[in-house]
């Protein structure tokens, strides 16, 4: 069985005032697996989710929740 490398996942705050984020390494090796914890963490802090490759290649971006 081959050893899949970790997904990163970014998360972003574009309301600060340095504009920098947060990068977070899973373990995850499935990106849908990935992609919802990145859902999860969006919807958990308000910010901007990016889940990236370990070759840093966007694999899909979940946007900060709207507020009303």
């Given at each position: 069985?081959?050893?899949?490398?970790?997904?990163?996942?970014?998360?972003?705050?574009?309301?600060?005032?340095a504009?920098?984020g947060?990068?977070?390494?899973?373990?995850?090796?499935?990106?849908?697996?990935?992609?919802?914890?990145?859902?999860?963490?969006?919807?958990?802090?308000?910010?901007?989710?990016?889940?990236?490759?370990?070759?840093?290649?966007?694999?899909?971006?979940?946007?900060?929740?709207?507020?009303?």
């Amino acid at each position: 069985m081959s050893q899949k490398s970790p997904l990163v996942v970014n998360v972003v705050n574009p309301d600060a005032s340095a504009g920098k984020g947060s990068i977070i390494v899973v373990e995850y090796s499935d990106p849908e697996a990935a992609m919802r914890a990145a859902k999860k963490i969006a919807e958990e802090t308000g910010r901007t989710v990016t889940v990236r490759d370990e070759s840093m290649n966007v694999l899909g971006t979940v946007s900060k929740p709207i507020t009303h």
